[in-house]
């Protein structure tokens, strides 16, 4: 007798298949900002030109806001750019909507809270004691050469605790793609969960992330070094001069299926574009090495102490 109830052996795989849920990770360089000497660089927000491009971006992008927040670092014209990314779909926010504005009309519109939020490891600093060097390798075109090549040397050297250096920004990076990677396992867990329920559940999460030059750059260059080998990073670094241009980044990829999870990487490079899958072991190693950094910068305080008494 024909039973309606009884799987199929297609029916029965099609149900023992590992549900796939993805959370996709944009992380990207501000648009264009103002330049207007007589005000500090923290104030200063996206050109009109800036919001278009940022505008225009999103489009590109294609988000969901309902499934999308966005970061941003402390500083306004990041998270200009985050939100005119994150919106670029929704009809209600204009290019010329002030961050307050755009956030009230996303409120309106999904009644979710706030969609943005700020973390200090998308900023950077030159406040520390090597400010001098750095600014000079900026004004040189030489950043990211100098970034990669004295940074970190020079902070353990000087006791500079606070400076944006190359490995300080990889580790920071590499802490917040670990935050999501975990994000995604408990996202298809939860998944799981609502498909058991019947409940309707998105298939995926997107984050926007805004950020400024040199921020991102270093994690991308550290990955490349440790899975590709030094001359890969090398070549990388050569090519950016200061880093990437306004609203350039890298794409990640974080796909689960059940508890196997991938890690894919794509950014633009000279020959196109170009996508690696990032192993766990990859991230831990960068943030050890922050961590590492860290350690010796106190240390070699400590030592400049104990010659002073």
Request: charged share 35%; hydrophobic share 35%.
């Amino acid at each position: 007798m024909f039973n309606p109830f009884k799987f199929t052996p297609e029916k029965q795989a099609e149900a023992e298949k590992p549900l796939e849920t993805e959370v996709r990770l944009e992380i990207f360089r501000h648009s264009k900002k103002e330049n207007d000497p007589n005000r500090p660089n923290s104030e200063l927000l996206l050109t009109p030109e800036g919001r278009e491009l940022a505008h225009e971006k999103g489009l590109q992008m294609n988000p969901d806001i309902n499934v999308s927040v966005a970061g941003a670092s402390p500083m306004d014209r990041t998270a200009e750019t985050a939100m005119l990314i994150m919106g670029a779909n929704e009809e209600k926010i204009g290019v010329r909507d002030s961050l307050e504005e755009m956030d009230k009309k996303i409120f309106e519109e999904i009644k979710i809270g706030k969609k943005i939020y700020r973390d200090e490891r998308l900023g950077f600093s030159l406040d520390g004691p090597i400010e001098a060097e750095g600014m000079a390798a900026f004004k040189a075109g030489k950043y990211m050469d100098w970034l990669a090549n004295e940074s970190d040397m020079l902070a353990i050297k000087k006791g500079d605790l606070v400076s944006t250096t190359y490995l300080r920004q990889a580790g920071n990076i590499a802490e917040m793609v670990d935050k999501y990677t975990k994000v995604g396992n408990n996202f298809n867990r939860l998944a799981i969960d609502k498909k058991k329920t019947g409940e309707e559940f998105p298939a995926h999460l997107e984050r926007y992330l805004a950020t400024h030059q040199s921020v991102t750059e270093p994690f991308l260059a550290e990955v490349l070094k440790e899975q590709e080998g030094a001359k890969a990073r090398d070549e990388f670094i050569v090519d950016l001069k200061n880093g990437w241009a306004e609203t350039e980044g890298i794409h990640i990829n974080i796909l689960n299926k059940g508890q196997e999870q991938t890690i894919k990487l794509t950014y633009q490079d000279k020959g196109g574009q170009k996508e690696i899958e990032v192993a766990q072991e990859t991230i831990q190693k960068i943030i050890r090495r922050r961590e590492i950094f860290e350690e010796a910068i106190k240390e070699s305080m400590n030592v400049a102490d104990k010659i002073r008494v």
